[in-house]
C-alpha cells in the first residue's frame, strides 16, 4: 500500500515538474520557430512550432543588413571586461571585509547592505551625473567603470571568506606571505564555487543590463544588444510586425548566456566534489 502512495507521490510530483518545464520552455521554442518564420507565417500561425515556410531570411537580415554585428561586439567587450573587473574588484573588497581590521569596516559593510536594497532606478539619474561630470559619458569607459563593481558581488565573496578556517591563512603568514599574496595564492582558489557564482550573475548580469547604458550613452557606436534590440522592437528596421526579426534577435541574445550558464554549472558540480572526496 505504501509503496502504491509513493508511486503516486512520485508520478503526480514528475507531471507538475514536466508541466512546469514546459511552460517555461515552451515560449523559448516559439522564439525559435519564429525567427525561421516569414512575415506572414509568423502573423498567421504565431504559436506553431514548425514554420510552413522555413526561412533564415531573418537571420541574414540581422547580421548582413542591420547593425546587428556591431551591437553583438560591443556587448561582448563590455561584458568580458565587465566580468573579469568583478571578478577580481568583488574578491578583493570581500576579503577586505572579511578579513583585514580596520576603522569603520561595519559601516562599510552597513552601506553595502544599504546599496543591495535601493532600487537601481533610483540611482541612474546620480549614475549619469557623475558619468558626465567625470567626463566618460558616451564612451565605452562610461559603459564599463560604473559596471566593475556591485554590492552583491562583494556580499557573496565576503560570506565565503569568513566560512574560511583563519588557520590556512596564519599557516601561509609564517612561511613569509604578505596579505596579497595569501589572498591571490591561497584564499582565492579556495573560492572557486563563489567565484563562478559570480562569473555567472556578472556575465547575466552586465550581458541584460539595459538602464545603465541608456543614461551611459547615446551613440549608434556604442550600442549594445539590449538597447539595439529595443529599438528593433521599436520597429527601426521597416514596417510590419518583423515577429522573425525581433526573436531571431533574442534568440542569438539568449545564446551565450545559456552556454555559459550549462559550461560553469558543470564547474560548480566538480568543484563541490572535489570539496566532499577531500
Avoid at 19 to 31: N, R
Avoid at 67 to 73: G, I, M, N, S, V
Avoid at 75 to 84: D, N
Amino acid at each position: 500500500m505504501r509503496s502504491t502512495r509513493g508511486l503516486v507521490t512520485t508520478s503526480a510530483l514528475y507531471a507538475v515538474l514536466v508541466s512546469l518545464a514546459v511552460v517555461y520552455i515552451f515560449p523559448f521554442l516559439i522564439s525559435i520557430s519564429t525567427s525561421f518564420k516569414t512575415d506572414a507565417d509568423a502573423a498567421a500561425h504565431p504559436l506553431a512550432l514548425v514554420p510552413s515556410t522555413f526561412t533564415t531570411a531573418a537571420y541574414e537580415r540581422l547580421f548582413l543588413n542591420s547593425d546587428f554585428p556591431l551591437w553583438f561586439t560591443n556587448s561582448v567587450v563590455v561584458t568580458v571586461v565587465v566580468t573579469i573587473g568583478r571578478v577580481f574588484f568583488d574578491s578583493l573588497a570581500g576579503y577586505a571585509l572579511a578579513r583585514l581590521p580596520f576603522r569603520g569596516r561595519g559601516v562599510v559593510f552597513a552601506g553595502l547592505v544599504a546599496v543591495m536594497a535601493v532600487p537601481g532606478v533610483v540611482l541612474l539619474i546620480p549614475k549619469f551625473l557623475v558619468i558626465n561630470a567625470l567626463s566618460m559619458y558616451d564612451s565605452y569607459s562610461g559603459l564599463i567603470i560604473p559596471l566593475l563593481a556591485d554590492a552583491a558581488g562583494i556580499f557573496i565573496m565576503k560570506n565565503f571568506f569568513e566560512s574560511v578556517p583563519p588557520s590556512v591563512e596564519e599557516a601561509a603568514r609564517l612561511d613569509g606571505a604578505g596579505t596579497f599574496r595569501v589572498f591571490w595564492s591561497v584564499v582565492l582558489p579556495m573560492a572557486r564555487p563563489a567565484l563562478v557564482t559570480i562569473v555567472i550573475l556578472s556575465f547575466q548580469g552586465s550581458w541584460n543590463e539595459l538602464s545603465h547604458f541608456i543614461v551611459a550613452s547615446q551613440s549608434p557606436e556604442l550600442f549594445t544588444l539590449t538597447k539595439g534590440v529595443a529599438q528593433l522592437s521599436s520597429g527601426a528596421l521597416s514596417q510590419g510586425t518583423q515577429y522573425p526579426l525581433k526573436l531571431g534577435a533574442a534568440v542569438v541574445m539568449t545564446i551565450p548566456v545559456a552556454v555559459l550558464f550549462f559550461v560553469f554549472q558543470r564547474r560548480i558540480m566538480n568543484s563541490s566534489a572535489g570539496a566532499v572526496k577531500g
